[in-house]
C-alpha cells in the first residue's frame, strides 16, 4: 500500500511514498501527465508534456518550483496508478526518455481524428455543449422532474432547481434521490416547472447542444412535466434541440455489461460517492467524459501504450 503524507510531497517524495507498488518517478511522471493531473496542477502546459516535467525534475528548474501534492491527491493518484497498473502493465516497466513519447496516427490505433482539434474533447469529437440532468418521481408516461441542473461543460453551474410534482414520488425513486412531495414542500413551497423557469432554463441553456447520460429519458421526462404545466414553447424546443448522449458515446469505446453512469466510472478509475443529485451527477458525467478523452489521448499520442 502507498504510503501517504500530511505534508504536501514532491513528485519524488510521492514515488517513495509509492515504493510499496513499485512506481518510479519516472512511471508516476508518465501517470500523472497522461491522466492529465499535471495539466490541472498548472504545472505544465499540454504543449510541454513529458519533456517539461523531465526538465524540472533534472538540470532545468529549480526545487522551490517543483510541483508539490497534498494527502488528498496522494491518495486519489494511488488509486488512478493501480488503474494504470491494470490497464497498461507495460507502462510500468517502461523506461522513459525525454523526447520518446512519439505519436503516434490515428490508423494504428484505430481512433477516427478529432474534428476540431482546438476543443476540449478533441477525441470524442464533442463541443458547444451543456450538461444535463434530472431527478425524477419515476420512470412511466405520467411521471414529472422533480429537479433540473445545467452545468456548462467546464462543470459551471448555469442553472439549478427543485419542483413540486403533482404525483407522490415513487419509493424507488426516493430511494434513490431522497425526494418526496413533503421534503419538497418544505424545500421550495409549490414551485412548478412553468414558463418562468423555462426562461431562466433557455438562457443557460444558450444556442448549445443538450448532452447528459441516457439523455433521451431526462428530454422525455422534461417534455412531460412542461406539457402538464402548459409550457408547449418548451416541449417544442427540447423535443428540436441537437441532443449528445454520454452514453453511446461511452458504448463506442467501452465494452461494458452496463452502461450506467455509475458504472462507468468505477470502471475507468473514477472513485467518488454517489450523490444521487442532478449537479453531482451532472459533474460526474464531465469527469467521465474527461477521463475518456484522456485515454483516447493516450491511445492516439503516446507510443508506449499497445492498443
Not at 81 to 98: A, C, G, Q, T, Y
Request: with cysteine; hydrophobic share 40%; net charge negative.
Amino acid at each position: 500500500m502507498a504510503k501517504f503524507s500530511d505534508t504536501p510531497v514532491s513528485i519524488r517524495e510521492m514515488a517513495a511514498n509509492f515504493a510499496d507498488e513499485d512506481v518510479s518517478a519516472r512511471m508516476l511522471l508518465a501517470t500523472l501527465t497522461n491522466q492529465g493531473f499535471l495539466e490541472d496542477a498548472l504545472t505544465i502546459t499540454a504543449k510541454g508534456l513529458m519533456s517539461g516535467i523531465l526538465y524540472k525534475m533534472n538540470a532545468g528548474g529549480t526545487p522551490e518550483r517543483y510541483p508539490t501534492f497534498d494527502r488528498k491527491f496522494q491518495e486519489r493518484m494511488a488509486s488512478n496508478i493501480r488503474w494504470m497498473h491494470n490497464h497498461f502493465p507495460d507502462l510500468k516497466s517502461s523506461v522513459l526518455e525525454p523526447g520518446s513519447l512519439a505519436k503516434e496516427s490515428a490508423e494504428k490505433t484505430k481512433v477516427a481524428q478529432p474534428v476540431n482539434a482546438n476543443c476540449k474533447f478533441k477525441y470524442l469529437n464533442i463541443d458547444n455543449f451543456v450538461v444535463i440532468d434530472t431527478e425524477t418521481t419515476g420512470l412511466d408516461n405520467d411521471d414529472e422532474v422533480v429537479e433540473l441542473a445545467v452545468l456548462s461543460s467546464e462543470g459551471e453551474k448555469l442553472y439549478h432547481s427543485y419542483f413540486y410534482p403533482e404525483k407522490e414520488v415513487n419509493p424507488g425513486a426516493a430511494k434513490v434521490n431522497h425526494l418526496t412531495k413533503a421534503v419538497l414542500k418544505e424545500k421550495i413551497g409549490e414551485k412548478k416547472l412553468d414558463a418562468a423557469e423555462w426562461a431562466k432554463i433557455l438562457e443557460a441553456i444558450g444556442d448549445k447542444k443538450i448532452l447528459g447520460h441516457n439523455i433521451q429519458f431526462d428530454i422525455r421526462l422534461l417534455s412531460q412535466t412542461f406539457k402538464k404545466n402548459g409550457v408547449d414553447e418548451a416541449v417544442d424546443c427540447l423535443n428540436k434541440r441537437q441532443v449528445v448522449d454520454s452514453m453511446d458515446i461511452a458504448k463506442r469505446h467501452i465494452k461494458s455489461k452496463s452502461y450506467s453512469l455509475n458504472n462507468l466510472t468505477t470502471l475507468i478509475g473514477i472513485t467518488r460517492e454517489e450523490q444521487h443529485d442532478a449537479a453531482d451527477d451532472c459533474l460526474m458525467t464531465i469527469e467521465f467524459l474527461e477521463r475518456l478523452e484522456d485515454i483516447l489521448k493516450i491511445k492516439i499520442e503516446y507510443s508506449f501504450i499497445k492498443i
